[in-house]
């Protein structure tokens, strides 16, 4: 892949290693996400996982060591419930026009979970609302022992809208933190939100750190086989959203099928011969 073609203005693209993207947000001077941002955010991930290439993990961080991202800009008309349609004050308009806007806005922080690869999230510094809806919609999350985290929507009159009330009480598996956090948008520290499942790994110091780490992380994912890591992250997804037995059954239809790849004999032959696999893209060109 050629990483400018990814990059954007506020989103800076590179292949740090072979397989390995790493996306940097970058609209200073705190990464608050207006309109133009998180449809962005969006279209980006939409591309990577169709056009990107072989593509075996994301790594997704902020370009600014003390800030994840403030959240949404409460100073960008898009973001603004008044102004998403300034045309009519009938309410019924306004409320299909809003459901459309905030519908747009989970499908593009939502991104990440759609893609066949696993995506990372290396969190440092304050991550504010929608830091935590990103988040949340990612696979990973490894955070910097300087990350702070706070569900702030409370606070200026709303409920989250975008992921976080939907994906935390699963992630964590603990609903009474998940409503204290939410009722009252306090802070909480990397070592309170590893504590509650939110992240995976701490990693002590700030923004190199914690990337260093999540990048390591991502070589040892895209060594293995894209077929088998694709479809371990849909089993995994499924499970969540379904019932065990449910589950169970689309495991069998979807193994049904990638139990006939290449990469099983590969994968044996390389932990026999204590090597790494060579596998071919997930998708490869036709």
């Known amino acids: 892949m050629n990483p400018k073609e990814f990059s954007s203005k506020w989103l800076t693209v590179s292949e740090v290693?072979?397989?390995?993207?790493?996306?940097?947000?970058?609209?200073?001077?705190?990464n608050a996400f207006n309109n133009e941002l998180w449809r962005a955010?969006?279209?980006?991930?939409?591309?990577?996982?169709?056009?990107?290439?072989?593509?075996?993990?994301v790594v997704i961080s902020s370009a600014f060591p003390k800030i994840f991202t403030a959240g949404l800009d409460l100073g960008d008309a898009g973001n603004l419930?008044?102004?998403?349609?300034?045309?009519?004050?009938?309410?019924?308009r306004i409320a299909l026009n809003l459901h459309k806007h905030i519908k747009e806005i989970q499908y593009a922080i939502g991104s990440p979970e759609r893609c066949p690869f696993p995506v990372i999230a290396s969190i440092h510094g304050m991550a504010v609302g929608i830091?935590?809806?990103l988040t949340s919609a990612c696979d990973i999350?490894?955070?910097?022992?300087?990350?702070?985290f706070t569900i702030k929507e409370v606070d200026i009159g709303i409920a989250a809208d975008?992921?976080?009330?939907?994906?935390?009480?699963?992630?964590?598996?603990?609903?009474?933190?998940?409503?204290e956090l939410a009722y009252t948008a306090d802070w909480f520290s990397a070592a309170e939100a590893e504590k509650a499942g939110l992240v995976s790994r701490v990693v002590e110091g700030g923004r190199d750190?914690?990337?260093?780490?999540s990048i390591e992380l991502a070589k040892r994912i895209a060594s293995k086989s894209p077929v088998a890591v694709a479809g371990t992250?849909?089993?995994?997804?499924?499970?969540?959203?379904?019932?065990?037995?449910?589950?169970?059954?689309y495991t069998v239809i979807w193994n049904s099928a990638t139990l006939q790849t290449k990469d099983m004999a590969e994968s044996i032959a390389a932990n026999r011969g204590k090597r790494v696999g060579k596998f071919g893209p997930l998708r490869p060109k036709l």
């Open 209 to 213: 750190d914690v990337l260093a780490a």
């Open 81 to 92: 419930s008044q102004d998403t349609n300034s045309e009519t004050t009938d309410p019924a």
């Open 17 to 30: 290693v072979p397989h390995v993207v790493h996306v940097e947000i970058a609209r200073g001077p705190v």
């Open 131 to 133: 830091g935590v809806d």
């Open 162 to 179: 975008v992921g976080t009330l939907a994906y935390l009480p699963k992630i964590t598996g603990n609903m009474s933190l998940v409503r």
């Open 141 to 148: 999350r490894y955070a910097a022992s300087n990350a702070r």
């Open 41 to 57: 955010y969006g279209a980006l991930f939409e591309r990577l996982a169709n056009e990107g290439g072989d593509i075996r993990a």
């Open 233 to 249: 992250k849909k089993l995994i997804t499924h499970a969540r959203d379904h019932s065990v037995a449910e589950n169970l059954d």
